[in-house]
């Protein structure tokens, strides 16, 4: 099983998709579109975490930026109805520490928000996923459900300004824990964390 690839990014003809050169061999590999604005220039050295999919049919590689991301890729993909290519959308959508958050306070509204992902699903993923993301080793935001929209709306938005998610997410959490008290919009954190992120 291939577990990792190291080479040189021939081309990311998709936003889904992209060619590795590991030593005149060319992997297509899929990624997620969290991973695919991480990505180095085509030329470009670059290293993926890979998950081989094998199938009677035909094989598949899954990469992704971090481990996080491969491992959560993983358990998602034992969940009933779902299959990579969602499992991907999933972690496209959100950070990792978002959605462990998300399911861990059974925020169902904010999961069928996902591309592809109806209430059913979302709430299939809440009862399925309980009590198996605590071996992440990461820090899994401390926001509740409450400011969890807030939250996500305001990472979109800065997504799409084209800042980094990474970032970000630290940057968010702390704004939202700061102002805690106050009845914060949208418009008011990404009007401060624009102040934070822009430095």
Do not use: W
Not at 2 to 14: F, Q, S
Not at 68 to 94: P, R, T, Y
Not at 153 to 173: I, P, R, W, Y
């Amino acid at each position: 099983m291939i577990a990792l690839l190291h080479g040189t990014l021939v081309d990311a003809p998709l936003s889904q998709e992209v060619i590795i050169d590991v030593n005149g061999v060319g992997y297509e590999v899929l990624v997620p579109s969290s991973t695919f604005s991480r990505l180095p220039r085509p030329g470009e050295e670059v290293t993926l975490f890979i998950y081989t999919q094998v199938r009677e049919d035909a094989i598949t590689l899954f990469g992704f930026m971090s481990k996080e991301e491969k491992d959560l890729f993983k358990i998602l993909i034992n969940v009933s109805g779902v299959g990579g290519k969602l499992a991907n959308s999933i972690l496209g959508a959100m950070p990792v520490e978002s959605f462990c958050t998300a399911v861990q306070t059974k925020n169902s509204a904010l999961l069928s928000k996902i591309p592809g992902i109806g209430k059913r699903t979302a709430e299939r993923l809440t009862v399925e996923l309980a009590g198996k993301l605590d071996s992440f080793d990461i820090a899994v935001a401390e926001i509740g459900a409450k400011d969890q929209s807030l939250f996500n709306d305001t990472m979109q938005a800065l997504s799409q300004l084209g800042f980094k998610k990474e970032h970000c997410h630290t940057v968010l959490q702390e704004l939202i824990a700061e102002h805690s008290s106050e009845n914060l919009t949208v418009e008011d954190l990404l009007r401060m964390a624009l102040g934070k992120v822009s430095r």
